[in-house]
Structure formats: structure tokens, C-alpha cells
């Protein structure tokens, strides 16, 4: 038994939404109706929640789907196909457009779940290096630095910012040489069997979160220490 390798991790990535951060409730009625206002747009709250409801169901469809592939490649590739697509779930003309966009890329409309800063804060306690690795049109450094997240990252990896998106294993041994890790001592946390679950094609060893999810619940994230330690 002696003979056995270190199966400990010396780094952790974790990928952002529904992960580290709830996407389930992003868009908010109330937030909708003040932003629309500033853009000449007048909603009540149940108008509002109707325009969610229906984005939602637009974007989230199949069409909407496969319409989204490639959107994270850049900021101007993520502005122009979510737009497209919020447009076309009304349809919505251009002021009420770009009022769905600036909630859904709003950093104080993304929050964390009740265990992700307190395990990102023992994990840097505990001297293991840490990483964000997301499939993003937009720079979610702003979300981490709100709820003083940001401080315990070794590094942020975003497909906006390289052209290259999960689940090309590129972009996961990307990260690991900005963590300064070999990729079989890093273990990627996630949520999608098939966009995180490649983190394995580049070595690294993967722990998967239920599908499941809720801003009001921990997400399970203390599993991550008693898999590191």
C-alpha cells in the first residue's frame, strides 16, 4: 500500500455558473423593471416577469440552444448572438433588448451560493491554489470581487478572453499552466457532464455537482476539501 501515488490535488478550478455562482435566478423582475426604465422603457413587475418567462423559454429551448453555440468565443460574439435571441423571444425592440442583456451581465445580479466563499477561503487557507475556468461572453471578475472572491483566485481563465471554449481540452491545460499545476494534480469542479466532464481528456480529474441547484442551499462545494485534503 506505500507503493500507492499521492492521489491528492495541489489546485483547484472551478467553473462559474451553477457552480460557484446561482444562474437561476439572474433575471429579476424588479431589476428589469429599473434597468428598462433607464432605457425609456416603462414595465410593472408582472409585465416584467412575463418578459422573463418567455425569454427564458426562448433561450433555453432547443433552437436557443444550438443558437448559442460559439456565443463565449468573444464579448462581441456573446453581445450579438444574446441579443439576437432575447430580440426574438418577444419580439422586443432594441430598448427592452439591451435592458434584458445589461441583467443578464449584471455582476450584482449573479450570487454566490452559501458555501462557495467559505470553501474558496479554506481552500486558500490551506495553501491549494485556485482557478476559475468558464465558458463566458463577459468578465465575471466583478461578481468575485463584490462578495470578496476574487482575492483567493490564483487565476481567472475565460473563452472570451482566448478564442477557445470547454470542451476543447486546450482551454483546461491553459489553466493549469496559469495555476503552475500539472493537470493530473488539479481537480475541475463543475456541473455539465459534457462541457466539464473533458476537463478528463486533459488529465484532470473531475468532480461533478448535481444538476439540481438552489442560491438558497450550499451546493455541496464542501466535498471539494475532503477531496483535496
Not at 39 to 58: K, N, S, Y
Not at 119 to 144: E, K, T
Request: proline letters at 8%; aromatic letters at 6%; glycine letters at 8%.
Amino acid at each position: 500500500m506505500d507503493d500507492l501515488p499521492d492521489a491528492r490535488a495541489d489546485a483547484v478550478l472551478f467553473d462559474f455558473s451553477g457552480t460557484l455562482f446561482d444562474d437561476t435566478g439572474v433575471l429579476d423582475p424588479a431589476a428589469l423593471v429599473a434597468t428598462a426604465a433607464r432605457h425609456g422603457v416603462e414595465l410593472d413587475q408582472a409585465e416584467a416577469a412575463d418578459v422573463i418567462r418567455r425569454t427564458l423559454r426562448h433561450v433555453d429551448s432547443p433552437e436557443g440552444f444550438a443558437a448559442r453555440e460559439g456565443s463565449d468565443l468573444s464579448p462581441e460574439a456573446h453581445r450579438s448572438v444574446w441579443t439576437a435571441l432575447i430580440a426574438d423571444a418577444g419580439p422586443y425592440g432594441p430598448e427592452l433588448v439591451a435592458a434584458l442583456y445589461a441583467c443578464l451581465t449584471d455582476p450584482e445580479a449573479w450570487r454566490p451560493y452559501p458555501d462557495t466563499v467559505p470553501v474558496l477561503r479554506a481552500l486558500r487557507d490551506a495553501g491549494v491554489r485556485i482557478g476559475v475556468l468558464s465558458n463566458i461572453g463577459w468578465d465575471i471578475r466583478p461578481a468575485f470581487a463584490r462578495v470578496g472572491a476574487l482575492e483567493p483566485l490564483h487565476t481567472v481563465v475565460l473563452s472570451c478572453e482566448h478564442g477557445i471554449a470547454k470542451p476543447d481540452p486546450a482551454l483546461f491545460v491553459l489553466a493549469c499552466e496559469r495555476l503552475g499545476v500539472s493537470p493530473d494534480r488539479v481537480l475541475y469542479v463543475g456541473d455539465d457532464p459534457v462541457k466539464d466532464g473533458a476537463a478528463v481528456r486533459a488529465g484532470l480529474p473531475v468532480y461533478l455537482l448535481p444538476s439540481e441547484r438552489s442560491v438558497h442551499r450550499p451546493r455541496g462545494l464542501a466535498a471539494v476539501l475532503r477531496l483535496v485534503h
